[in-house]
């Protein structure tokens, strides 16, 4: 069973964090003095969660254990049943956020635990924003919730602009194509019309070629029929 050892349940809300892909750990984070078999139950979560849906939550015992799932990596934390679940998953989508921006597809190909030297101090940074060491009040853990829902809202804002600057982006290159496929539209249309005008004068030369052709033949054989060329027997 999971027990806490030196410490109480007010000063460290967020009592696990672990990040993992396919069920492969990839970060975890315990919180100081905190021992149990959490690891396996986080891992049997891990295993119920749906695919559709990208934020879940589960109660085993007295705790609850937030999910997050985002390009196919799951981060989970655990806390006790009264700690907000609003605070814990904006402190998820930061994590999240600062996660994929550190190590992107590769997160996908690390072995286990490979992350855990250089993203368990950016957790336990994190984690400050929810409470502090000095003054584990309840006004304290309001302003740190405050502080980091406003945070993670200026990253989801920076994310968006991101979006919206890369799609200008495309916009330009589509809008750069569209003039060139203009242009090379344009230089098709002249040369269709050149080369119809150059069949349509090649054409008209072997109808006059085969015309003038046609005559000379009528002429001799009326020059035969009629005594020479004057025809003095058809006038």
């Not at 924003?129 to 309001?142: L, W, Y």
Request: with cysteine; aromatic share 10%; proline share 3%.
């Amino acid at each position: 069973k999971t027990r806490i050892k030196g410490t109480t349940l007010r000063s460290m809300p967020i009592l696990y964090t672990l990040i993992a892909y396919k069920g492969k750990s990839l970060v975890e984070h315990v919180a100081h003095g905190l021992e149990g078999n959490f690891t396996d139950t986080a891992k049997r979560v891990l295993d119920r969660l749906d695919s559709k849906n990208d934020r879940q939550s589960f109660k085993v015992q007295e705790y609850i254990f937030n999910c997050v799932v985002a390009d196919e990596i799951a981060y989970l934390c655990m806390t006790d049943e009264h700690f907000d679940r609003s605070a814990c998953f904006s402190f998820m989508n930061t994590i999240q956020r600062r996660f994929q921006d550190t190590y992107g597809p590769q997160a996908k190909t690390a072995i286990s635990y490979a992350f855990n030297p250089e993203f368990v101090p950016v957790i336990e940074a994190q984690l400050q924003h929810f409470v502090g060491e000095d003054n584990p009040s309840g006004s304290s853990d309001t302003l740190h919730r405050i502080n980091s829902k406003v945070k993670d809202l200026k990253g989801v804002m920076s994310d968006n602009i991101g979006i919206v600057l890369r799609r200008g982006e495309k916009v330009d290159l589509l809008v750069q194509k569209s003039e060139v496929l203009d242009i090379n539209a344009g230089a098709f249309r002249r040369n269709a019309t050149a080369l119809h005008r150059a069949m349509y004068w090649k054409n008209m030369k072997t109808y006059i070629t085969f015309g003038g052709i046609g005559c000379g033949m009528v002429y001799i054989f009326l020059a035969t029929v009629c005594g020479g060329f004057g025809l003095p027997y058809c006038s």
